[in-house]
């Protein structure tokens, strides 16, 4: 298996311009996450799904902010308008529940908003 | 509520020498445990997780973690260092009922080896 892939790898845009990122996750898996890691605030949990269904989005810092799951091998996150202070690594995760959710992570999407 | 401590931002250890990684958790009923490590510009990667059984787990690239159940302790070891073990350490905690399936992370560790 490829593990996760996210893509792009990197972006730089400039305020109030939207943003999309992408994830694959591996294939077979029944949870996906979205985290979000930057220097001063450690690793964030934003978002995660269940069988494409979002089940807990209260780490979502703004209405900005957006995830989606339209199938079991495609998620999105997307940021609209973005602003210089969500700058940061945007990484995908997916597991599964049989094995106790141990995740795999991607490599990430570094954003900078300018 | 779940929680996952690291109590050390950096640990600096000279090369050959033993390392420890500190974590401790908070979580409902018995844990699920884990650590991860990121190496620069990279995603996280599973390194070894505690189940159940024998409190002594055996993980990727000669590491090994201790489950204490009465401090509640889950710290990541290694006989001896290497310049190439320098990186970003997470520890993880997850429960076994409804949202404590999720795992909680640590602000994460940064191991420095020095040759």
């Known amino acids: 298996d490829a593990g996760v892939i996210q893509s792009p790898r990197h972006e730089v845009t400039e305020m109030g311009q939207e943003v999309t990122l992408r994830c694959k996750p591996i294939?077979?898996?029944?949870?996906l996450f979205w985290y979000r890691q930057t220097m001063m605030r450690g690793l964030e949990l934003l978002i995660y799904?269940?069988?494409?269904?979002?089940?807990?989005d209260s780490g979502m810092p703004e209405d900005r902010f957006s995830a989606k799951m339209p199938n079991a091998s495609f998620s999105t996150l997307k940021i609209q308008p973005s602003e210089p202070r969500d700058s940061a690594v945007y990484f995908c995760a997916s597991s599964k529940v049989q094995d106790y959710n141990e995740q795999f992570f991607g490599p990430g999407t570094r954003l900078t908003v300018l | 509520a779940q929680s996952v401590a690291q109590p050390e931002d950096q640990v600096n250890v000279a090369e050959g020498n033993p390392l420890t990684v500190k974590c401790t958790y908070s979580?409902?009923?018995?844990?699920?445990l884990f650590w991860y490590v990121q190496y620069p510009n990279r995603g996280l990667q599973f390194l070894l997780k505690y189940i159940t059984g024998d409190n002594l787990v055996k993980g990727s690239y000669g590491f090994e973690a201790e489950f204490n159940k009465s401090q509640t302790s889950f710290h990541l070891k290694k006989p001896s260092a290497l310049v190439s073990d320098s990186a970003l350490y997470f520890c993880?905690?997850?429960?076994?009922?409804?949202?404590?399936?999720?795992?909680?992370f640590g602000r994460g560790t940064s191991l420095i080896v020095h040759p």
């Open positions: 993880a905690v997850r429960g076994h009922s409804g949202g404590s399936y999720i795992p909680t």
């Open positions: 979580v409902s009923g018995n844990p699920y």
């Open positions: 799904f269940n069988n494409n269904v979002p089940i807990d």
């Open positions: 294939s077979g898996h029944d949870y």
